[in-house]
Nanobody
Framework: QVQLVESGGGLVQAGGSLRLSCAAS????????MGWFRQAPGKEREFVAV????????YYADSVKDRFTISRANAKNTVYLQMNSLKPEDTAVYYC????????????????WGQGTQVTVSS
């Protein structure tokens, strides 16, 4: 069982930055591929970014590419999402997900999910 706890959300003006963190409880964190997803009010959950267990492989949604960066610190059991040049359309609840399979995370089929952290971008 892996528990995931997101933090770092908040209110920011358009053009600003935030860094989200997702702390995992598992001692085997380094074995899991990790991802970030988001869900805006009235919309379906959508993929944001994924990172492989070793950090060497990443992939981003087109909507956030070149603005967001996913990274991880296995020694701290934590994955991060650095968000720059934020736009009002980035407003959503952001969730992290974990799975032993990269594709499962990418496809939104991750086994473990956090409770989410709210990001609000004002115009």
């Amino acid at each position: 069982q892996v528990q995931l706890v997101e933090s770092g959300g908040g209110l920011v003006q358009a053009g600003g930055s935030l860094r989200l963190s997702c702390a995992a409880s598992s001692r085997t964190f380094r074995e899991y591929d990790m991802g970030w997803f988001r869900q805006a009010p009235g919309k379906e959950r959508e993929f944001v970014a994924v990172i492989s267990w070793g950090g060497g492989r990443t992939y981003y949604a087109d909507s956030v590419k070149d603005r967001f960066t996913i990274s991880r610190a296995n020694a701290k059991n934590t994955v991060y999402l650095q968000m720059n040049s934020l736009k009002p359309e980035d407003t959503a609840v952001y969730y992290c997900a974990a799975d032993s399979g990269y594709t499962a995370v990418l496809d939104g089929r991750g086994t473990y999910w956090g409770q989410g952290t709210q990001v609000t971008v004002s115009s």
